[in-house]
């Protein structure tokens, strides 16, 4: 089928599938395959063109070669949005070194890739989109599904992807994919600028032919580098460091990504200085590491966050500072607090105006060892002090997971306590919106570097179950559990049909408490009382505060294919996820515990989070609520 001896004549979406299956990342000289496999849902805007490339993978043998080309492994999934939250999934647990590709037809199907992509761009995580897009010949217009848009005709629904697209181009010609592809292999492979790339594919392009030179296909290796700290910068951090009294190192989610968790390890042993870490930097040292102080901002430790409050310097490692990490810019009290980030994204580096270390995590970590030398220790006071509050937390953790009574229905912490009995470090917990990334932040005993996966840049609803297939997937013979309330579940529980199909053998564990209990909390505390958080039936006032609603989420599991162990009791739950733990099909462990009405039992939070009150209601309680409020708004700083 060559035109030439150095051509091939192949459809864009054939050429594109080729040279997606010829891509490979190598970081410190381990090579992984950049693009592992596509995950779609065929309609006519990708069917002919994507789908027909993806059947064809691996049956094509081009010149020199005497084996068909390597393979594009295919997924069917249920739901666009859930297709994304997978492949996020394997790429976090992949390190960013390996990612999956989306593909979806036109209209509908593009535009509830949205949520997915911005939840993959706001993590600084690599996914490839490529929804089909309308006709670009335009030879009946409109087509199926397409918007129009009167002062623009080259506008399509896929162009709602761009604000949360790290690269986005529409491939309108043929000869436009190799920049395109090109481009984004470049911005997936980049830790300082990954997230969701799209290509937008109108469907009559997908299915054109063009004679495509050889070296398009060529095995191409995108080298992740190891980024380096000016040396002028440096030496400014070894003096802030070496003149701080009561360090603190916060731990982000560039630790994990970066593989720099031995790095941190070794500059908390040599220095002593504690650290806390965000949702997404969690498990960067162990729970039971002296150094290891827990979770920090609002939904931290009191021990992390009384340490923030008196830090003279704050060294952050890979975060983003967010609002929840810096407790909507009200934890960091001292009046002499400075701030040292190191970071592989001058974006992030420059926050709280820090002195800025731009490198790559473990890079950074390990030169400015190197700087420090063997002379730069905190006080023997500062240690003895953070290890005695870090006693005191553990005392309120096993307090918040013990149960007096192993016969009664658990609180959510107890659930967790149940988990937390349960698990080793293989064990990998995943959760993402609701109460339980704060009862998670507080109290998870992270054993090992990758067990805590709280997605918390986009807390997306519905992340939780796609994303254990995803991290299977990266991870195979791990468990792999899915933590979600019911809330969460009734967002997005059609990759369960994936799972069982699948045969990966996620744990899904689904907490009933008949409403949305986190939003509830927040509501009454900012003098909304509770309304609309609640799943119960109208009361003759049309208030939702009638009876609980019947609705039974483990029936629902179950005809979806799924193994369900119910649990009504702390017992129960102790021997239903120990059954689930070795099972080797998709299991769901179901157990109602508290009411949307009732507190979680863990311990309050230990910072505040900025979520405006009315300024003026007629309704006491957000008249009280108000005057709180306008109290707590006072400590907040900027940190110039």
Same mark, same amino acid.
Request: glycine content about 8%.
């Given at each position: 089928m060559s035109s030439g001896t150095n051509t091939r004549r192949l459809t864009v979406a054939q050429a594109l599938v080729a040279f997606l299956a010829r891509q490979y990342t190598e970081r410190d000289g381990r090579r992984h395959r950049l693009i592992n496999a596509t995950w779609g849902i065929f309609g006519h805007g990708n069917v002919a063109g994507l789908g027909q490339a993806l059947l064809?993978?691996?049956?094509?043998?081009?010149?020199?070669?005497?084996?068909?080309?390597?393979?594009m492994p295919y997924i069917q999934g249920r739901n666009e949005q859930a297709m994304v939250h997978a492949a996020v999934g394997y790429a976090r647990q992949s390190r960013r070194l390996s990612a999956h590709a989306v593909t979806t037809s036109i209209g509908p199907g593009a535009t509830n890739l949205v949520t997915g992509a911005a939840l993959a761009t706001v993590n600084r995580l690599p996914v490839l989109l490529l929804p089909g897009d309308v006709f670009a010949t335009r030879p009946a217009d409109p087509v199926l599904q397409q918007l129009e848009v009167p002062y623009a005709g080259d506008v399509s629904v896929n162009d709602a992807l761009r604000p949360v697209s790290?690269?986005?181009? #529409? &491939?309108?010609?043929?000869? /436009?994919?190799?920049? !395109?592809?090109?481009?984004?292999? #470049? &911005?997936?492979?980049?830790? /300082?600028?990954?997230? !969701?790339?799209?290509?937008a594919l109108p469907q009559d392009v997908q299915a054109e032919a063009y004679d495509w030179p050889e070296d398009f296909f060529a095995e191409r290796v995108w080298r992740v580098c190891r980024p380096r700290p000016d040396l002028d910068t440096l030496d400014a951090a070894r003096r802030a460091v070496s003149g701080a009294r009561r360090p603190l190192i916060v731990a982000g989610g560039g630790v994990h990504h970066s593989e720099a968790e031995q790095a941190l390890r070794a500059f908390a042993d040599a220095t002593g200085i504690p650290v806390a870490s965000t949702q997404a930097g969690k498990g960067s040292l162990p729970y039971d590491h002296p150094c290891d102080v827990g979770g920090i901002g609002h939904t931290g430790t009191a021990t992390a966050d009384e340490l923030a409050r008196t830090a003279d310097l704050v060294i952050g490692v890979g975060t983003r500072w967010s609002d929840f990490t810096t407790a909507s810019a009200t934890l960091f009290q001292n009046p002499g607090v400075r701030f040292l980030n190191i970071n592989i994204t001058s974006f992030d580096a420059h926050k709280m105006a820090g002195l800025s270390l731009v490198a790559d995590a473990r890079t950074g970590l390990d030169e400015l060892a190197g700087a420090l030398g063997t002379r730069t220790r905190v006080e023997p006071a500062y240690g003895t002090e953070y290890a005695d509050d870090k006693e005191r937390w553990e005392y309120r953790v096993g307090a918040a997971y013990e149960a007096d009574d192993p016969d009664v229905r658990p609180t959510q912490p107890q659930v967790l306590g149940a988990l937390d009995a349960l698990v080793t470090g293989d064990d990998i917990v995943i959760n993402a919106a609701g109460s339980l990334p704060g009862d998670l932040h507080k109290l998870w005993r992270a054993r090992s570097s990758d067990q805590y996966h709280v997605e918390y840049g986009y807390s997306c609803m519905g992340y939780e179950i796609p994303a254990a297939i995803g991290v299977a997937m990266a991870a195979p013979g791990r468990p792999v559990w899915a933590l979600v309330g019911d809330g969460t579940y009734l967002m997005n529980p059609t990759e369960i049909v994936t799972a069982v199909q699948e045969n990966i053998p996620i744990k899904v564990v689904i907490l009933q408490n008949h409403g949305y209990a986190s939003i509830g909390g927040l509501s009454e505390s900012v003098g909304a009382e509770r309304f609309g958080t609640a799943y119960r039936y109208r009361a003759p006032d049309r208030t939702y505060t009638g009876a609980p609603l019947p609705v039974d989420l483990a029936a629902n599991a179950a005809s979806l294919g799924m193994r369900v162990v119910r649990a009504k009791t702390v017992r129960d739950l102790h021997e239903a996820l120990a059954v689930a733990r070795e099972a080797d099909v998709p299991t769901c462990v179901y157990v109602e515990t508290e009411t949307a009405d009732t507190v979680s039992g863990a311990p309050p939070a230990q910072a505040w989070w900025d979520v405006p009150v009315a300024e003026t209601a007629t309704r006491p309680s957000a008249v009280e609520a108000r005057k709180e409020y306008d109290r707590q708004v006072t400590a907040r700083r900027r940190h110039l």
């Open positions: 064809e993978s691996g049956t094509t043998v081009l010149p020199g070669e005497t084996l068909p080309g390597p393979p790290r690269y986005f181009d #529409r &491939v309108t010609r043929p000869e /436009a994919l190799i920049p !395109a592809a090109l481009q984004a292999m #470049r &911005v997936l492979s980049d830790p /300082a600028e990954t997230g !969701a790339v799209t290509l």
